[in-house]
Each structure stands twice: as structure tokens, then as C-alpha cells.
């Protein structure tokens, strides 16, 4: 492989979603359901199918690249099932983010050094605009190893086929290291004559993103030190690192370094199932990450979503200058339900991703494509002064596949609550647990009631409410809540969590606090104040379904609330959803 060691490549990513158990000791991600993975999909169950979200007609999914004028999509996918199994790398095209054509699967086990699983990995555009694949392959010894895979046919816009050379894997791990925890490697970035990359991986109970530097991107050697670790946060699946410019909403290339830039590195946790990020300084030339003071480091950070939302990759861009988060979202109910449906999982809207002003966290909001989407069109605007109590119906509009967009103005904060100082050791989900949307309060809760029966037997709220805290300050959390969001019995197994985070913003200031929610079917992908605060929620609803589904906005606060602006479109659904994915 040559490599024009002196240009300063473009680089992007694939897929990441992994893991795997077995019968002899190999940890992992997912749980087997060895009865169901290969069980075919007969009668695709359509109820809950999302209309303009990312899924395959059928089965079970769990990353995405710009390369020649086409967005590629990588992802994990079962092609016999319902549940996790069988992964190969499935592959669709696009050319907007929005529609795309399915592809023939990319990456399957077939060698020795993958063939017992081809799972998450990154891809890199070498140097005369080549791209590359690495990936995780799991051995004949069960290790986790880290593979490449190259076009067939370079010329091919649509990289149908992809090669795996003879020469894999690339990097194994060394003895002193967990092989059963070693896993995604990163998009590469270059510097100062060399490639970077990192690999996930787990030391007793620390986090580890493994460091490997090569100069020809074929011969790779581990640092001496990680280039992050963290104390007690068990093995890091998916880990991504890339730069975000100070200034401005440009996306930049992952090999950018600079005083203009600050770095961010995110981490999907195996033992919590959420994903956390931090926002630092990265000093290439001592190779090491360090997380700003404003930025907690571990479970109690920052995430790109408090939701449903995990396997997420970021990737950059070239053709709009913008860097895109894309995650997946599984499913809330069971491995039976699935399989009874026919398929599983969804990837979320992507999100253009940058700094915020401030520098201590980041900004998403959906991608502009999504818009061309937009159809029927309602504005409820000005409505003054909602009570406590107070609905009113957005009507007009197909409520079950929906964007919504509204701004919520405070004439007061003096009547909110009281912050009670033994939440500070609960997380945000906890205390939106307690402080649900039917339990009223002083500043909230207000929002939007989604996925609503006529008579709210069910819904799916979206809400802000807003605490006073000791030192007179106010703390605003946002939540969406699944707990009344179908008439299924509790007893029946299903996920139902009350999703909530801190939404960082001056109230005081501002007096008014934006909600952006991506309505569709079985999502509720919720962006908080300009997307400070995202949380996509997975739901179920039995009556609130198609063209029975509803949509209201809602105060049960005694402070009155209103609605200074709300724009609700009717969504289309794409030409193209993945058809004819079958090979």
C-alpha cells in the first residue's frame, strides 16, 4: 500500500456497533438469543415502522462516509434475524443524507481472521483519495483483532465490493492486554509523519483508548501510554476523537490541530449502555488527551443524548464543511416482540455537530436535508398565558410523523421550585422520575405532549421544568418520558424510562427556551435550546397509532406559560428506504 506520506488526507468513518459473548469467556455487548437470531422475518409488522428514520425493511440493525459525491452508510446488520446474530456490514448509498439505495453487504466473515465475527470499526481516506476500512474481526482464538478491507473497484461510485487482504489483521493485542476487550478502532488522523489511531479497550476496571501510530498505515505499533484513560468506567466500546473549531459551526478535518481548535473525545460505556463526552486539549506532540476542568470525565459527564441513543461516530463532511453525528437507536421492547415484527433498530436523524460559544460542550441539530421532507405546514403562534392545566391540540398535521418546532417565553421565574439538595447525588432520569409531567409544579412542567391518544390514556411528553437552587440559581431539566406512552400492562417486558438531562441556559437571562421534536411512529428525537440537550425516546403507543395519534402542548404549572412561536410540518417519507435488501 502507498502512502503520500506528505498530503494532508481527508478522513472519514464507517460503522460502529458491535459485540459479542460466547461460551468461553469472551466478554461482550450483546446478549444471545440463540433461538431467535436465525429466525426470519415472515410478515413485517408495519404499526411501529418509523417513516423518514433509517431502517432496512427487515431484521435486526445496529456509520456513515462522504466519498465521490455519495454518502455511504455502514452498519451492523443481521441478515437471517430479528435480534443480535449473523452481523455483517450492510451498505446503502446516498447522495442527501435522506433517500438511500441499498447496497450488497460489505463485510462478512470468511477468513481466518474474522471468521467468527466482522464487527465495529472506522474508515480513513488515504492520501490519492483511498478509502480504507478498519474493522474488528474476531479470530480463531476468539481475539479481538483489528482488520482492513479495501474497494474492489476504486472507479465504482458506489463501492459495491470490498477486499480483504491476505496480509490482516493489522494490529492484534499484546499479552499483557484483555484480547476479549479490544475493539473499534477510530477514524485515523496524520501527524507530523505519522498515522493515528485508537483502539476501545478495557485495563481491570479502567476505560482505555489504546493508542497506535503507523507510518505507512500497514505496520502499526501501541504507544507507551493511552492517549485517555478513565478510573472505574469498564470497557469503552466505540470510542470517537475529532476536533471542533472555536469559532463557528465548521466542521474540520480529524487530523486539524491548532490553538484555534479544542478536541473532543466520547466514549460508549458497556456496563451503562450510554455513551459520555468530554472537551479538551489534545497535545500531539506528548500524545495525550486532557479533558477541560469544565468537563467531567466519566459517569457523570457529558452526552450527546440522554436518550435512546448509543454506537454513535462522527465523520467529516468534505462537501458541506460540516462534521455528522450519526447514532443508533434500538429497541425498547423484547427479543420475542422483535422477532414478532419482523425487525429491530433504527439510526437516529443525523446531526450536524460544533462548539458551542462557550466552549464546555457541544451543539446538534438535525441535518438541513431533513427539511425537504417537510410538507403540511401549522403555525400556532402567540398563544398567551397557558394555566396550569391548560392543553391545546396542534391540528393539521399527520401527529404520528411529524417535526415540531416551538418556544416556550416565562413572564416569572419566582415560583420555581425548590432544588432539593439529595437530587445532586441522583442523575437527571431520577429526578424526572419523581417529577413527572402529571405532578405539578411551580415553572413547569410545560411542552409537548406527542404521540397522544384523543383523550391522553397515552402519550409520550416532552417537557422542561425549572428548579431554584440554593444559591439562587436556576437549573433547568428537560425530560421525555415513556411511562405513559402505551396501554401495555407493566408486567409485560418493555422499557419504559423517564429520558431526561440538564439543559445548560440562563433563563433568567433569556426568559424563553426553545424544543425541537422529530416525531415518527416509534421515535421521539427531542433537541433542547438550539440542541444543548437532545434525547430520543423509543415508544410503543397502542392507541395513539397513524392517523389516531395526536399532538398537543401543555402547562401544569401554576406560573403561566406562553407559546411565543410553533411551526409544525407533516413529514413526507422518503423515494428511497433501503428496498430490496435482500442478499
Known amino acids: 500500500m502507498d502512502i503520500l506520506r506528505k498530503l494532508a488526507p481527508v478522513f472519514l468513518f464507517a460503522s460502529c456497533v458491535f459485540l459479542i459473548t460466547d461460551n468461553n469467556g469472551v466478554e461482550g455487548s450483546h446478549r444471545i438469543y440463540s433461538r431467535l437470531q436465525n429466525v426470519p422475518a415472515g410478515e413485517v409488522n408495519q404499526v411501529h415502522r418509523t417513516a423518514y428514520h433509517f431502517q432496512p425493511p427487515k431484521h435486526w440493525i445496529n456509520g456513515p462516509m462522504f466519498f465521490n459525491g455519495f454518502y455511504h452508510l455502514f452498519y451492523q446488520y443481521n441478515p437471517k434475524g430479528s435480534v443480535w446474530g449473523n452481523i455483517v456490514w450492510a451498505h446503502s448509498v446516498s447522495k442527501d443524507l435522506i433517500n438511500w439505495e441499498a447496497l450488497p453487504n460489505a463485510i462478512f466473515p470468511s477468513k481466518s481472521f474474522d471468521i467468527n465475527g466482522t464487527w465495529s470499526g472506522s474508515t ?55 484480547a476479549s476487550q479490544f475493539r473499534d478502532p477510530t477514524t485515523a488522523w496524520w501527524h507530523n509523519g505519522h498515522w493515528r489511531m485508537l483502539v476501545g479497550g478495557k485495563r481491570k476496571k479502567s476505560g482505555m483508548a489504546w493508542l497506535y501510530r503507523s507510518i505507512d498505515f500497514k505496520h502499526w505499533i501501541k504507544a507507551k501510554h493511552p492517549l485517555h484513560s478513565a478510573p472505574l468506567t469498564g470497557m469503552w466500546e466505540c470510542p470517537d476523537f475529532f476536533p471542533v473549531s472555536l469559532h463557528g ?30 472537551v479538551g486539549q489534545y497535545e500531539p506532540e ?49 427479543a420475542d416482540d422483535d422477532t414478532a415484527k419482523g425487525w429491530a433498530g433504527i439510526q437516529a436523524i443525523p446531526r450536524t455537530l460544533w462548539l458551542d460559544p462557550s466552549g464546555k460542550q457541544v451543539l ?112 433547568v431539566l428537560m425530560c421525555s418520558d415513556a411511562k405513559s406512552s402505551t396501554l401495555r400492562p407493566f408486567d409485560i417486558k418493555q422499557y419504559r424510562p423517564s429520558f431526561a438531562g440538564y439543559v445548560d441556559v440562563d433563563l433568567a437571562a433569556e426568559k424563553k427556551i426553545s424544543l ?3 416525531i415518527d411512529h416509534s421515535v421521539v428525537e427531542s433537541f433542547a435550546a438550539g440542541g444543548k440537550t437532545c434525547i430520543l425516546s423509543r415508544v410503543y403507543p397502542t392507541l395513539a397509532i397513524k392517523d389516531d395519534a395526536q399532538l398537543f402542548v401543555f402547562n401544569n404549572g401554576t406560573e403561566p406559560v406562553t407559546v411565543q412561536t410553533l411551526a409544525a410540518w407533516s413529514m413526507n417519507a422518503p423515494k428511497q428506504m433501503n428496498q430490496n435488501l435482500e442478499f
Open 249 to 278: 459551526k465548521n466542521g474540520l478535518d480529524t487530523s486539524r490541530v491548532g490553538n484555534d481548535v479544542k478536541h473532543v473525545f466520547k466514549v460508549s460505556l458497556d456496563e451503562t449502555r450510554y455513551e459520555y463526552y468530554t
Open 124 to 178: 480513513t481516506i488515504l492520501p490519492g483519495n483511498r478509502p480504507i476500512i478498519l474493522y474488528t474481526g474476531l479470530d480463531n482464538d476468539k481475539r479481538q483483532i483489528q482488520s482492513y478491507a479495501v474497494p474492489v473497484n476504486i472507479s465504482d461510485p458506489y463501492l459495491r465490493e470490498w477486499d480483504k487482504p491476505d496480509d490482516n489483521p493489522l494490529v492484534v493485542p499484546s499479552s499483557d492486554m484483555n
Open 516 to 518: 425541537r421534536s422529530l
Open 364 to 475: 446538534q441539530w438535525p441535518v438541513e436535508e431533513l427539511e425537504t421532507l417537510r410538507g403540511q405546514k401549522v403555525d400556532l403562534n402567540d398563544i398567551k398565558n397557558m394555566r396550569q392545566g391548560k392543553l391545546v391540540q396542534v391540528k393539521g398535521i399527520t401527529a404520528a410523523q411529524a417535526d415540531v418546532d416551538v418556544t416556550f417565553t416565562l413572564e416569572s421565574l419566582d415560583k420555581a421550585e425548590e432544588f432539593d439538595p439529595n437530587w445532586e447525588k441522583l442523575d437527571a432520569e431520577s429526578v424526572c422520575a419523581l417529577k413527572r409531567s402529571n405532578v405539578p409544579g411551580g415553572v413547569g412542567p410545560f411542552g409537548l405532549a406527542t404521540l397522544a391518544s384523543q383523550n391522553l390514556e397515552e402519550f409520550t411528553p416532552v417537557f422542561f421544568r425549572v428548579f431554584k437552587t440554593k444559591e439562587n440559581k436556576h437549573k
Open 286 to 334: 506528548t500524545e495525550v488527551y486532557e479533558p477541560d476542568k469544565t468537563s467531567p470525565d466519566g459517569r457523570e459527564g457529558l452526552r450527546f443524548d440522554y436518550g435512546n441513543f448509543y454506537a454513535s461516530k462522527t465523520f467529516f463532511d468534505s462537501s458541506k464543511n460540516r462534521r455528522i453525528l450519526w447514532g443508533w437507536a434500538n429497541e425498547s421492547d423484547s
